[in-house]
Every structure is written in C-alpha cells, then in structure tokens.
C-alpha cells in the first residue's frame, strides 16, 4: 500500500492547482497519472528507486516526466 505524506499530499494539490489555472482538463488528468504511476507500487514495490537521502528499503520515489 503506498501512502501519502501531507506533504506530497500538498504539494499534488499545488500541481493540480498550477496546472488548472491554464487547463482543468489536464490538471486532473496530470494528478489521476501521478496517482495511478504511483499504486504501480503497490503491486510491484521495487519499481521505485529507494530514496537516497533516507536509505530506507520500504521508502520509495518513482519519476514523473511527460
């Protein structure tokens, strides 16, 4: 299962948000993506590169980019 931390919480909003304000159509679809990228996490949770700065095996990030 992969969580959220407020922050990233937070900072998916101000995407959002920033994004909507020339689009709603592609602000959403921009965060459904970020979401659905990552729950690939949770079936297969060594996609993710471990976090450098914890090092911690259970934490993980996945790159955005399109």
């Keep these: ?3 959220w931390t407020t ?3 937070h900072d998916l909003k101000q995407i959002h ?5 020339d689009s709603k159509f592609y602000a959403k679809k ?3 993506e970020i ?3 990552s729950e ?3 079936i297969f949770p060594e ?3 471990i976090v450098p700065e914890i090092g911690e095996p259970t934490i ?4 955005f980019n399109e």
């Design 35 to 37: 979401i659905e990228k």
């Design 40 to 42: 690939k996490l949770t």
């Design 17 to 21: 948000d920033y994004i909507a304000r």
């Design 30 to 32: 921009v965060s459904l």
């Design 47 to 49: 996609i993710g590169r």
């Design 60 to 63: 993980r990030e996945i790159f």
């Design 1 to 3: 299962m992969v969580k």
């Design 7 to 9: 922050p990233a919480k």
